[in-house]
């Protein structure tokens, strides 16, 4: 099997997303409506798009 394998969507199970929310984590799934959008729209920090700035 590759690493670009998708199972049948019968196989598939929803991944649970937890973040940490004022210093305890918290499930996605349990924010309002507002938040979760909020989330969805977060940029994630990665070291390669900061790499070059000082």
Excluded: D
Excluded at 18 to 29: C, E, L
Excluded at 32 to 43: A, D, I, T
């Amino acid at each position: 099997m590759n690493a670009q394998h998708t199972p049948p969507l019968a196989q598939r199970q929803r991944c649970e997303v937890w973040t940490r929310v004022m210093g305890y984590h918290r499930p996605v799934s349990a924010f309002n409506p507002g938040k979760q959008s909020e989330h969805r729209e977060r940029v994630h920090f990665t070291e390669q798009a900061t790499a070059g700035r000082q």
